[in-house]
């Protein structure tokens, strides 16, 4: 069996591939409400065979298109979709997890997410984890959307914004979209997101080092 079958219980054993790439690093999976949610559940579960710990936050919008479950099966990690702690959480989960974490990665990220981002509003836990990921941990996004919303110059200025303070972008890439049109506004495929993070990390030891 490889490191990715499914067991009985529909679970995805996930020991890490012998070339763990991401060991003992931390990230943070942000997930935004697009259609291409579907790959951030591949992605999630590379991270995690790249020996990743990897901790997933959805918007409510995020859950409409996946199940956290999904994300808690091929991470083995509690999935957050909440800004308010329930009664076993003992701190603030948008700041002890952008403490904790790496890289923030949000994929796929809406061109609302870009822009809550860019405006300083912090209205939800992704949005708010991205304000407090400032000065504790890097921040790489990658967009998804329909190509008249990406060529937007809202949308645009957005991204030239975050650029200008550090955060990072992938994608989108050309293609088929879900509406049917073609144009850029595909996520990067999980492959590529995997092998920006490995090239984001290699120069930076992880904190977990550094305790
Ligand atoms: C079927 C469907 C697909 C959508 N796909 C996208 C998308 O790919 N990218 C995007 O920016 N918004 C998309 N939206 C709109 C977002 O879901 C909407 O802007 C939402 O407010 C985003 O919320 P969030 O950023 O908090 O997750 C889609 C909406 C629907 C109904």
């Known amino acids: 069996m490889s490191a990715s079958d499914e067991n009985s219980t529909g679970q995805t054993n996930q020991s890490p591939d012998p070339a ?11 997930v935004t409400g697009g259609i291409a949610c579907y790959k951030s559940a591949d992605l999630a579960s590379k991270l995690t065979r790249a020996g990743a710990s990897v901790t997933v936050a959805m918007t409510e ?7 956290p479950l999904t994300f808690q099966a091929v991470t083995r990690n509690r999935v957050f979709t909440s800004i308010w702690p329930d009664m076993a959480d003992h701190d603030s989960k948008h700041i002890s997890l952008t403490e904790r974490a790496d890289l923030m990665i949000i994929a796929p ?3 609302s997410m870009i822009g809550k981002i860019a405006g300083g509003i912090a ?7 991205a304000m407090s990921a400032c000065g504790s941990c890097e921040m790489l996004i990658a967009p998804a959307m329909n190509s008249r919303m990406f060529s937007s110059p809202a949308l645009q200025a957005n991204i030239k914004t975050l650029e200008a303070r550090g955060v990072r972008f992938i994608g ?3 293609g088929r979209l879900a509406c049917g049109t073609t144009g850029p506004g595909r996520m990067s495929e999980p492959d590529e997101i995997l092998t920006a ?15």
């Open 109 to 111: 990220a809406t061109a």
């Open 197 to 211: 993070i490995e090239s984001l990390l290699a120069q930076t030891p992880p904190k977990s080092n550094l305790a």
């Open 172 to 174: 989108p890439n050309d």
């Open 123 to 129: 209205d939800d836990l992704v949005s708010t984890m």
């Open 20 to 30: 763990a790439s991401l060991e003992r690093y931390e990230l943070l999976l942000c």
């Open 61 to 67: 919008n995020a859950c409409r298109f996946v199940t």
